[in-house]
């Protein structure tokens, strides 16, 4: 019995955080594909150049 108080204890320590979910970065991911989508079919429109579409994809990916 005292074992498994102190097991229980050891668990809740801060030595011993619990994990916590990594934060959202599916949704993050998805914004930046919208973005890539619609840049690409500016460029598909000839709204942009090549050029400005390198130019706006590679803001968009260091973002």
Same mark, same amino acid.
Do not use: N, W, Y
């Given at each position: 019995? =005292?074992? /498994? *108080? *102190? *097991? !229980? *204890?050891? /668990? ?6 619990? =994990? @916590?979910? =990594?934060? $959202? =970065?599916? $949704?993050?991911? $998805?914004?930046? %594909?919208?973005?890539? @989508?619609?840049? #690409? /079919? !500016?460029? &598909?429109? #000839?709204?942009? @150049? &090549? $050029? ?7 803001? %968009?990916?260091?973002?």
């Amino acid at each position: 019995m =005292p074992q /498994q *108080r *102190r *097991r !229980l *204890r050891l /668990q809740r320590s801060p030595r011993h955080p619990q =994990p @916590t979910a =990594p934060a $959202a =970065p599916a $949704a993050g991911m $998805a914004s930046v %594909i919208e973005q890539l @989508t619609q840049l #690409g /079919q !500016l460029r &598909d429109t #000839g709204v942009l @150049t &090549d $050029a400005e579409f390198e130019a706006q994809k590679q803001r %968009i990916l260091a973002a």
